[in-house]
């Protein structure tokens, strides 16, 4: 049977992680997927100014201990997994500062969370390490080629066997986009990477989760008389980060055990719509924050002002409210269906007859199965951003990166006679 080759759309920390350890298995004389992440920028580029999502300057929420190869239990090699897990140690945090002379530095500092940009940095040092295959290139279509993948980039066409779905989409998009009062994500960044002060009297952030956040972090050095979150939470609630919480993100092995109702409740405790304990300190101590509750159903730029319209539920009965304000920033967050876009009409028919329903993300969440790939499909595709209600909250995020290429590299493949004429190590047709 030829290898098979596995697409990746992005080149952050899972497409690294999968590669790391691919790589890793090759060296170890053991069959894995060609891994072929597709990339327009460069790795880790939305962890860097250049992707949209951040100014670098950031803090990474997480701890960098949780690296490309955590939790260090491969389950992938009977008798050898302590090996394999030895050899990731190579591409740990901690062998990256090593490498760079940083290691007793960032230790006697106490272990601070590195920077946005330094993260990527790690990213872009493990991905040099282990030869990762990288086109650089815009995906523009996904679509069928007879039992494969056609994944078409402005580069040429990526044959695969499977392909993998990661990153946020794009940070660009907003709910007045000509409007200069309405900043996107990324033109929120923008600013704050050119050092660019607000000044405003009334500043609303729409979005209750660590996106928003982190812009809220941001802004608590501009010049903002008052700040109002406006999110559908009842509060902004603080993210559990105790050793019980933190090992639902580890250890997903319980997970499966949990009623649907149960694991919603996790994840809306822990994961979505939360602020970290950090940003929630700094909230404290700034009277300029305000909370507003309720869904943003319209916006419209009226005398002088940017108005919002919010739906808000109150005690059964849906209540409508209009709000103004100077300047809106649209954090409301990284859309895990981004990729719809991208399937031709034979590609979502493809996948609309393994799901026996209409495409829709909660659909797809409840089929994707222990491989990270949606159940029943053939070709393989692989969504970790939308695995988080059936394999575990850690999948979506950088908890469990380790677990996460485990599975993914464990996937069962179709069979495939030989290779297409025309085609090479990494699958790529002009």
């Not at 860097?48 to 100014?55: A, E, K, L, N, R």
């Not at 997994?81 to 030895?86: I, T």
């Not at 979005?207 to 939470?233: C, D, K, W, Y």
């Not at 399937?343 to 969440?365: C, F, K, N, W, Y």
Request: net charge neutral.
């Amino acid at each position: 049977m030829s290898t098979p080759t596995l697409a990746v759309i992005g080149a952050g920390p899972k497409a690294v992680a999968v590669a790391a350890k691919a790589a890793e298995l090759r060296a170890m004389g053991v069959a894995a997927p060609e891994v072929v992440a597709i990339e327009r920028a460069s790795v880790g580029a939305n962890w860097q100014p250049i992707g949209g999502w951040t100014d670098g300057a950031q803090r990474l929420g997480t701890s960098p201990e949780k690296d490309v190869g955590f939790p260090y239990r491969s389950s992938l090699v009977a008798r050898r997994n302590a090996e394999l897990d030895e050899r990731m140690t190579r591409h740990s945090w901690q062998a990256h500062l090593i490498a760079a002379g940083q290691f007793a530095e960032w230790v006697d500092r106490g272990r601070p969370a590195p920077t946005h940009t330094g993260w990527s940095r790690y990213l872009r040092w493990v991905a040099d390490t282990v030869g990762m295959t990288v086109l650089t290139a815009e995906a523009e279509q996904i679509a069928v080629d007879e039992h494969r993948w056609a994944v078409r980039t402005s580069a040429g066409t990526v044959s695969a066997d499977g392909v993998m779905i990661t990153g946020p989409g794009q940070a660009r998009r907003s709910i007045l986009p000509q409007d200069p009062r309405v900043l996107s994500i990324a033109q929120f960044w923008q600013r704050a990477a050119r050092h660019q002060l607000i000044v405003a009297e009334r500043v609303a952030v729409i979005g209750g989760g660590e996106t928003a956040a982190s812009m809220l972090n941001e802004l608590f050095r501009h010049r903002v008389s008052t700040i109002t979150v406006i999110s559908p939470q009842v509060t902004l609630f603080t993210r559990g980060e105790s050793f019980f919480e933190n090992t639902l993100f580890s250890d997903p092995t319980d997970w499966a055990g949990l009623t649907i109702a149960e694991r919603r409740d996790a994840l809306a405790r822990t994961d979505r719509g939360v602020f970290s304990a950090r940003v929630q300190d700094a909230l404290l101590a700034d009277d300029r924050i305000r909370h507003l509750r309720g869904r943003v159903a319209h916006a419209v730029a009226r005398d002088e002002r940017i108005r919002l319209t919010l739906n808000t539920n109150r005690g059964g009965a849906a209540l409508e409210t209009v709000h103004g304000f100077d300047l809106v920033i649209d954090g409301s967050g990284a859309d895990p269906m981004w990729f719809a876009s991208l399937l031709s009409q034979d590609a979502r028919d493809l996948i609309e007859l393994a799901l026996g329903a209409p495409m829709t993300a909660g659909v797809l969440q409840e089929a994707v199965g222990h491989d990270l790939a949606v159940t029943g499909l053939a070709p393989k595709l692989f969504l970790p951003n939308l695995s988080g209600l059936m394999q575990g909250p850690g999948f979506p995020n950088l908890s469990c990166l380790g677990l996460l290429s485990d599975r993914v590299l464990a996937a069962r493949y179709a069979p495939r006679s030989s290779t297409s004429p025309g085609e090479h190590a990494g699958r790529l047709s002009a």
